[in-house]
C-alpha cells in the first residue's frame, strides 16, 4: 500500500547549495560537536515539548498505522490532538491532519483506502462529526451530520456502513446554524430530576441519552436503531455486517446502579434489540469472534465492589446460553479485549505489580501467556493478522508506539525523540516495604539525577488517585521534574491499589485514610533506614485521591515538613451531594443520616485538622466536579485558622484534570518552588 498522498505535509529535501552550506557549517562546529550536547533536567517548561500518543490502529494489510498525538499550543493556550501514522518499517511518519480543534479516533476503512476520524469543526458549539481521508490524497470529506454529534463510531466488515453512537439534542442550546443574537439569550435555569445529576467536564446531567445509529455511505443517511431513554455505547460489527453488539443499562433506574448488559440488534431501522446478559453488575467492552458466534466481554465485580474488584474475561455463545469465564482465578485487571485471527485465542492488557503487559488467553484451554514483560507499561495496542502495534511507556520513555515481534518492541512512532534526547532522566527501580501491620508494600522509586551513593537526600513522596490504580514503570513526568530537582522520589501502591489482586484494592472498601497512611509510612521508613532519604527533609503530594491521602498522612504524623494537596477532599459530609461520587458513599458508608460514624472516621483531616503541622499547598481547578473547589477551601480554611502555613492555587474554568497548557505549567513550577522554599 503506498502512503496517503498529501503533499502540503510532505517533507521537502533542500536546495544543492543549501546542502553544501550546512556541511560547512558542520565542518566548522564539527570539534564543538563531538562533545556533544549537555543534557538537561526536566523543568516545567519541558512539559510543553511533551507529545502525548493515543489510539494505534494498524491498516488491514498492516503495513501503516494511524494514531492520535496531543501536543500542547502555546499560543492559543490549549492541547490539540491531530493524526499521525507511521509505515510498519519505522521508515515514514507522516502527519495526518492539521486541526485547530482537534482530531481524533482514527479507523481504517476495511479496504483501508479510507481512513474515518472524528473532529467538530466550526465555532466553539460544533459537534464532533465523523470525517472521511482518502488514500490518495486531498481534503477531508464530512459523513455524519447528527445533530447532537457523534461519540464513538465503527466501520462495518463489508464498508458500506458506520456504526455511531450520537446524543441527544439539548433544547436548551442554540442550534448550529442559530442567528448570533439567539447564541448570546441568557441561558435557561437547569432542572435538575436524577440521583446522578454531576459529572465532570460535562457538567450538571439531564435526561439526554446517547443511541445507536447506522450511517448509510451511499446515501449519506443515519438510521437510528435504539430509541427510548437509555444510553449505549461500545458499538461493535458482526463479521458478516447485519447486526451489532453494544452495551447499556436498562434495568432500573441507571443512576442507581451499574448494571450495564450487552444486547445485539440487527442494522435495520425497525429491529428490536436482543439482551444477551442479565447479570446484575458490570458486562462492558464486547468483541465477535471471527466466526460470528461468540462475544467475549469483559465482566466486573459486584455492585458493592464496583470501584475495586478488576474485571474479567467472559464468552457467550451469541445465540444465549451460559456464560463463560476465562480463567477464573485471574483476579489481576485486564482490558482492551480482541480476537486472534483464527479465534483460537484473544489478545487483552494484563495489568500485574508495578507494570501492563500485553498478554493472551487460548479460549479453549484458557491458558494465559503474557507475552511483553519487564519495566513497561503497555497502554493499547492494535492487531492485524499476526502484526500487532503496542503503545508502550517506560520510566524513561514517554509513550510510543511500537511495532511489538517476537517478544521485542521495534520503535515506530518518534513523536518525543527530540525532547528525549535533550533531557537527563532519571531511571526507576522497585521497592518493597513493610507496613507496622505487617503489609507488604510495593511502589516505585526514583533516584535524584547524578545521584551518589552513600548520600542522603530530600525526599518526597508523590501518591497516586485512584484509589484504584497505581505507579508503575512509564514514564511520570512529575516524578521526572522532581528527580531533576535533585529529590529522592518514592511513588507507594498503597492498600487500594491495583496490580496486587483483587484483594489488595478491595482492603480498604469502607475504611478510607487509614490502612492507606501505614503504608505511605513504611515508605518513608523504608527510604530512610536504606540511607536514601533525608528524615529531616521530608515532602509529601498527589492529586485526586492522592490529595486526599496526603491529607490523611499529615495528619497522622508531623514528620512531613512541606505537602501538596491537589484537588483532595478532607470532610466526606461536604463530599456527599456536593461531587459525583454520592452512590459510592451509599455504598461503602451507607447514608450520613444513619451512619455519621463512618463518615466522620473518613473525615478525619479536617475534623482533626488541629493536629496538621505541615505547611501544605492546595489546589484544585474551579469547576471540578469530581472533588469541588469546595473540599481544598474547607483545608485551606483550617489551616489558615490554625495558623499553619498554607496557599490556595485555583485554576479558572478548569475540571479534575487541568487542560490549559499554561495552568499545567504553572502547576508544575508551583509544586517545584513549594518543595525547593521547604526542602
Known amino acids: 500500500m503506498s502512503p496517503f498522498a498529501f503533499s502540503a505535509h510532505a517533507r521537502t529535501s533542500p536546495a544543492p547549495h543549501a546542502v553544501v552550506s550546512m556541511l560547512l557549517v558542520l565542518m566548522l562546529l564539527a570539534p564543538g560537536l563531538a562533545l556533544s550536547v549537555e543534557k538537561k533536567p526536566f523543568m516545567p517548561a519541558d512539559l510543553m515539548a511533551l507529545h502525548t500518543v493515543s489510539d494505534p490502529q494498524l491498516a488491514p494489510d498492516g503495513s501503516w498505522v494511524a494514531y492520535a498525538v496531543d501536543v500542547r499550543d502555546g499560543e492559543q493556550d490549549k492541547t490539540i490532538s491531530n493524526l499521525w501514522m507511521s509505515s510498519w518499517d519505522g521508515k515514514r511518519n507522516l502527519q495526518l491532519t492539521r486541526s485547530v480543534k482537534g482530531a481524533s479516533s482514527p479507523r481504517w476503512s476495511p479496504d483501508g483506502r479510507s481512513l474515518a476520524f472524528l473532529e467538530a469543526r466550526g465555532d466553539d458549539n460544533a459537534k464532533a462529526q465523523v470525517w472521511l481521508l482518502d488514500r490518495d490524497g486531498g481534503e477531508a470529506r464530512q459523513l455524519t451530520r447528527l445533530p447532537g454529534g457523534v461519540d464513538e463510531f465503527e466501520w462495518s466488515p463489508d464498508g458500506k456502513r458506520v456504526a455511531l453512537i450520537g446524543a441527544d439534542v439539548d433544547p436548551d442550546e442554540p442550534a448550529a446554524d442559530a442567528k448570533p443574537e439567539a447564541k448570546e439569550l441568557l441561558p435557561k435555569p437547569i432542572v435538575i430530576d436524577r440521583f446522578q445529576f454531576k459529572d465532570d467536564k460535562v457538567g450538571y446531567l439531564r435526561r439526554l441519552r446517547s443511541h445507536l445509529y447506522v450511517f448509510d455511505l451511499a446515501s449519506e443517511k443515519a438510521t437510528l436503531l435504539t430509541p427510548g431513554d437509555f444510553d449505549e455505547e461500545t458499538p461493535v460489527w458482526s463479521p458478516d455486517s447485519r447486526r451489532i453488539a453494544f452495551v447499556s443499562k436498562r434495568e432500573g433506574d441507571p443512576d442507581r446502579n451499574e448494571n450495564t448488559d450487552i444486547y445485539v440488534v440487527a442494522a435495520e431501522a425497525g429491529a428490536s434489540a436482543r439482551r444477551l446478559t442479565d447479570y446484575p453488575g458490570a458486562d462492558s467492552d464486547p468483541a465477535w469472534s471471527p466466526d460470528g458466534k461468540q462475544i467475549a466481554f469483559l465482566r466486573g465485580g459486584p455492585d458493592k465492589y464496583r470501584e475495586y474488584d478488576p474485571a474479567q474475561i467472559a464468552v457467550l455463545s451469541v445465540d444465549g446460553g451460559e456464560v463463560r469465564?476465562?480463567?477464573?482465578?485471574?483476579?489481576?485487571?485486564?482490558?482492551?479485549?480482541?480476537?486472534?485471527?483464527?479465534?483460537?485465542?484473544?489478545?487483552?492488557?494484563?495489568?500485574?505489580?508495578?507494570?501492563?503487559?500485553?498478554?493472551?488467553?487460548?479460549?479453549?484451554?484458557?491458558?494465559?501467556?503474557?507475552?511483553?514483560?519487564?519495566?513497561?507499561?503497555?497502554?493499547?495496542?492494535?492487531?492485524?493478522?499476526?502484526?500487532?502495534?503496542?503503545?508502550?511507556?517506560?520510566?524513561?520513555?514517554?509513550?510510543?508506539?511500537?511495532?511489538?515481534?517476537?517478544?521485542?518492541?521495534?520503535?515506530?512512532?518518534?513523536?518525543?525523540?527530540?525532547?528525549?534526547?535533550?533531557?537527563?532522566?532519571?531511571?526507576?527501580?522497585?521497592?518493597?516495604?513493610?507496613?507496622?501491620?505487617?503489609?507488604?508494600?510495593?511502589?516505585?522509586?526514583?533516584?535524584?539525577?547524578?545521584?551518589?551513593?552513600?548520600?542522603?537526600?530530600?525526599?518526597?513522596?508523590?501518591?497516586?488517585?485512584?484509589?484504584?490504580?497505581?505507579?508503575?514503570?512509564?514514564?511520570?513526568?512529575?516524578?521526572?521534574?522532581?528527580?531533576g530537582a535533585g529529590y529522592v522520589v518514592v511513588q507507594p501502591n498503597y492498600r487500594g491499589s491495583s496490580g496486587r489482586g483483587r484483594d489488595y484494592s478491595r482492603s480498604i472498601w469502607g475504611a478510607w485514610g487509614h490502612m492507606e497512611v501505614l503504608d505511605v509510612l513504611a515508605s518513608v521508613d523504608h527510604v530512610v533506614a536504606s540511607g536514601l532519604a533525608d528524615p529531616d527533609h521530608l515532602g509529601i503530594g498527589g492529586w485526586s485521591y492522592g490529595g486526599m491521602l496526603t491529607n490523611y498522612t499529615i495528619a497522622s504524623d508531623t514528620r512531613f515538613k512541606v505537602a501538596i494537596s491537589g484537588a483532595g477532599i478532607s470532610n466526606m459530609l461536604a463530599g456527599y451531594g456536593t461531587d459525583q461520587y454520592t452512590r459510592q458513599y451509599e455504598l461503602e458508608f451507607g447514608t450520613p443520616w444513619e451512619n455519621m460514624d463512618k463518615f466522620l472516621a473518613a473525615s478525619e483531616p479536617f475534623f482533626h485538622a488541629n493536629r496538621i503541622k505541615t505547611p501544605t499547598l492546595f489546589l484544585c481547578g474551579e469547576k471540578d466536579f469530581n472533588v469541588p473547589l469546595i473540599n481544598s477551601e474547607q483545608m485551606y480554611q483550617a489551616l489558615s485558622s490554625l495558623g499553619i502555613e498554607t496557599q490556595l492555587v485555583i485554576y479558572p474554568g478548569q475540571h479534575h484534570g487541568l487542560k490549559k497548557p499554561s495552568h499545567e505549567v504553572d502547576r508544575l513550577q508551583r509544586f517545584r518552588d513549594w518543595f525547593a522554599k521547604r526542602l
Open 325 to 483: 469465564i476465562l480463567a477464573a482465578g485471574l483476579d489481576h485487571a485486564v482490558s482492551d479485549l480482541a480476537w486472534s485471527t483464527d479465534g483460537r485465542s484473544l489478545l487483552f492488557l494484563l495489568e500485574d505489580d508495578c507494570s501492563r503487559q500485553l498478554a493472551s488467553i487460548t479460549v479453549k484451554e484458557e491458558r494465559i501467556v503474557r507475552l511483553s514483560e519487564g519495566q513497561a507499561m503497555a497502554q493499547g495496542f492494535s492487531s492485524k493478522g499476526k502484526r500487532i502495534a503496542l503503545l508502550l511507556s517506560r520510566p524513561a520513555q514517554p509513550g510510543e508506539v511500537f511495532a511489538f515481534e517476537q517478544g521485542q518492541a521495534r520503535p515506530l512512532s518518534k513523536q518525543n525523540d527530540t525532547l528525549v534526547a535533550r533531557l537527563q532522566l532519571a531511571p526507576a527501580e522497585g521497592y518493597e516495604a513493610t507496613a507496622s501491620d505487617g503489609n507488604i508494600v510495593h511502589g516505585v522509586l526514583v533516584k535524584p539525577i547524578n545521584y551518589q551513593a552513600g548520600k542522603k537526600y530530600p525526599t518526597v513522596l508523590y501518591l497516586h488517585g485512584g484509589p484504584v490504580g497505581q505507579d508503575g514503570f512509564g514514564f511520570h513526568f512529575i516524578a521526572q521534574m522532581l528527580a
